[in-house]
T-cell receptor
Framework: RKEVEQDPGPFNVPEGATVAFNCTYS??????FFWYRQDCRKEPKLLMS???SGNEDGRFTAQLNRASQYISLLIRDSKLSDSATYLC???????????FGQGTTLQVKP | NAGVTQTPKFRILKIGQSMTLQCTQD?????MYWYRQDPGMGLKLIYY???????DKGEVPNGYNVSRSTTEDFPLRLELAAPSQTSVYFC?????????????FGPGTRLTVL
């Protein structure tokens, strides 16, 4: 089983739609969680950290469920500019390293 | 403040050739990392460094070597290139490498081995 798993998609949604991505992780010792955004052929950039109580940044909401070992990202009122690949990233306490999921691709259409 | 810079942007190598991918950061970060990203996959850690003179292996170090003689530079050396090393290589840096520390990535080097 992969340490971090995501549905690769692609998710094709119309502008204005709400879309949610899930990510599961296998190591219960994982301590920090992040969502990174990667545009086509570009470098990943931090979108948001995921806190245990959940957090919101504008149209983006991240949730963490430690009992079920999954993280979610909700995007409301999708914009064309949201089209990208969203990488779920977990900080492994065992190794002190970031573990990246394969990414979920979002395509927002007019 | 350029952040993390990488050279070259693109490179085509023949099997058995060697090359060095350059990475420089100007943020005075202690931690630096090298990742590779294969098509449709997440990033895999090749090597990392916690400071000048200190390096350690990541998940996929075979076929690569690194050095860290200064805080700013972290070159990645490919010896005897193989087609399996065709990938996009990202260098990243962070200040402390801790639980909540953000990693900043360079623009990547796209390497093809034929």
């Amino acid at each position: 089983r992969k340490e971090v798993e995501q549905d690769p998609g692609p998710f094709n949604v119309p502008e204005g739609a709400t879309v949610a991505f899930n990510c599961t992780y296998s190591n219960s010792a994982s301590q920090s969680f992040f969502w990174y955004r990667q545009d086509c052929r570009k470098e990943p950039k931090l979108l948001m950290s995921v806190y245990s109580s959940g957090n919101e940044d504008g149209r983006f909401t991240a949730q963490l469920n430690r009992a079920s070992q999954y993280i979610s990202l909700l995007i409301r009122d999708s914009k064309l500019s949201d089209s990208a690949t969203y990488l779920c990233v977990v900080y492994s306490g065992n190794t002190g390293k970031l573990i990246f999921g394969q990414g979920t691709t979002l395509q927002v259409k007019p | 403040n350029a952040g993390v810079t990488q050279t070259p942007k693109f490179r085509i190598l023949k099997i058995g050739q060697s090359m060095t991918l350059q990475c420089t950061q100007d943020m005075n970060h202690n931690y630096m990392y090298w990742y590779r990203q294969d098509p449709g996959m997440g990033l895999k850690l090749i090597y990392y460094s916690v400071g000048a003179g200190i390096t350690d292996k990541g998940e996929v170090p075979n076929g690569y070597n690194v050095s860290r003689s200064t805080t700013e530079d972290f070159p990645l050396r490919l010896e005897l290139a193989a087609p399996s090393q065709t990938s996009v290589y990202f260098c990243a840096s962070s200040y402390t490498g801790g639980l909540t520390d953000t990693q900043y990535f360079g623009p990547g080097t796209r390497l093809t081995v034929l």
